[in-house]
């Protein structure tokens, strides 16, 4: 039961903090003020409103019967003095009691002059109209074969303080939701800021010096946000000016192993250690490409199908097909997505005869699906082909001249563009690499 109603309320109610804490702080203010609107119409309002109706039409039968009395002297006086104290309007008419209905269901005063009206003349014998006329309200009683008429104000029913009520519960109300809404932007400003911050952080964007704000424990957490990606970012350029210098020291010495390679007359012997120092060199050099692919780029905004265009024309194969809408726009780092994609195009080449790319966009997320027709991988192997320098010993291997770092690449630049790859197997019967980017 209690999961039932979770579920409901996990649907119904608002996704945002902002929103969901102005219910919070309004709820009880409207709820509060139901109940003492219902209180007062229910002990004070309808009980007034019931001695009023109660009242008038006392008046009214009280005329009634002075006009069965037959006495025109005091028919005269007291509808003229009616007409000038109480803005009663009497007439005397030769007609039936309309068939027509005028009666507000839902109306409180509607209700209760009805009531009083059948309790004094009985069914048959009355007939109101209070929609009509603004603030008139108009009477018709049968008296033997005459309609006797009345015209009287509609304060005469409603008390008006009754608006007077209404308007001071609803102005108040208004005025604290008012303060709730100003005081509780001014509160989540500072969580949705460092959310911001932190999704342009792990999307591998520069965050500018993070300025902490609002309550102190959200200034605590935006404090230590800021400390994290300074030491993340301090690290980075460290593993760069690494990673340079490593490149420089490592590439010397083999370039200097060719040389002295080329000069052996044992040219047998001469191409097997080429063959293999252009091995260390491309395990090298595939290895600098992974370790670079977190070290900063400027994000940009771009066509995503223009850029699979390049790599279609970059790659020239005619087996390499695409299809997709013609307007998506990312915004990343271009040319470590085009690497990204590449490499996933590369190895559905290599171990497949055709490779079929797709672009799909959903509300919020960017789809992008390779699809292969070679010999797929084992469902087992899914997980561990992302792992760095990880083989296959089967005959599909992921990178069969490599290291094992194509998957791994792939998938650190799109993890830094937080999205996520999955793999499955195709249509084809071969592999499916699907891509999901946020835009």
């Not at 009206?117 to 309200?137: A, E, H, Q, R």
């Not at 192993?257 to 044992?266: P, R, V, W």
């Not at 771009?302 to 809408?325: Q, S, V």
């Not at 083989?391 to 650190?412: P, T, Y």
């Amino acid at each position: 039961m209690f999961s039932g109603l979770n579920k409901i309320f996990k649907i119904i109610l608002p996704k945002g903090l902002f929103y969901r804490s102005l219910i919070i702080v309004a709820a009880p203010v409207i709820i509060l003020q139901l109940i003492i609107t219902v209180v007062f119409f229910d002990s004070i309002w309808i009980k007034a409103n019931k001695g009023m109706t109660r009242s008038l039409v006392g008046e009214i039968k009280t005329l009634i019967d002075v006009y069965n009395e037959n006495n025109s002297s005091q028919i005269n006086f007291i509808t003229n003095s009616y007409k000038k104290n109480f803005d009663f309007v009497i007439n005397v008419l030769d007609s039936e009691i309309p068939s027509e209905e005028f009666e507000r269901k839902f109306s409180p005063m509607d209700r209760s002059l009805r009531r009083e009206l059948k309790s004094s003349f009985g069914n048959g014998n009355y007939w109101f109209n209070t929609v009509s006329y603004l603030d008139v309200i108009e009477v018709k009683i049968r008296s033997g074969d005459k309609i006797i008429q009345f015209f009287f104000p509609k304060e005469k029913l409603a008390a008006s303080s009754v608006r007077l009520f209404i308007l001071w519960i609803v102005l108040p109300s208004i005025l604290l939701i008012f303060i709730a809404i100003i005081f509780l932007k001014n509160q989540t400003r500072p969580i949705v800021n460092l959310a911001k911050a932190a999704e342009k952080f792990g999307k591998g964007d520069y965050v500018n010096e993070f300025r902490p704000s609002g309550a102190r424990e959200i200034r605590k957490a935006s404090f230590e946000f800021d400390r994290m990606a300074k030491r993340i970012n301090r690290h980075l350029n460290q593993r760069s000016t690494m990673l340079s210098g490593i490149s420089h020291d490592l590439r010397t010495p083999l370039t200097r192993l060719k040389l002295q390679l080329a000069m052996i007359d044992q040219k047998e012997l001469s191409q097997k250690m080429t063959k293999d120092i252009d091995e260390m060199e491309k395990m090298l050099n595939n290895y600098l490409e992974y370790a670079k692919t977190q070290i900063e780029e400027k994000t940009e905004k771009f066509n995503l199908n223009e850029l699979i265009n390049e790599i279609k024309i970059d790659l020239n194969n005619k087996n390499f097909f695409t299809e997709g809408k013609e307007e998506i726009y990312l915004i990343g780092r271009k040319n470590s997505l085009k690497r990204c994609f590449q490499n996933i195009v590369i190895n559905g080449l290599t171990y497949g005869e055709k490779i079929y790319l797709k672009t799909e966009k959903t509300t919020n997320r960017i789809i992008i699906l390779f699809d292969d027709n070679g010999p797929g991988i084992p469902i087992e192997q899914y997980a561990n082909v992302f792992k760095p320098f990880y083989r296959l010993d089967k005959s599909r291997s992921l990178n069969k001249l490599g290291v094992g770092l194509g998957l791994s690449i792939v998938e650190d630049i799109v993890n830094s563009h937080g999205g996520n790859i999955r793999l499955s197997k195709s249509k084809f019967n071969g592999l499916q690499v699907k891509v999901s980017l946020p835009f």
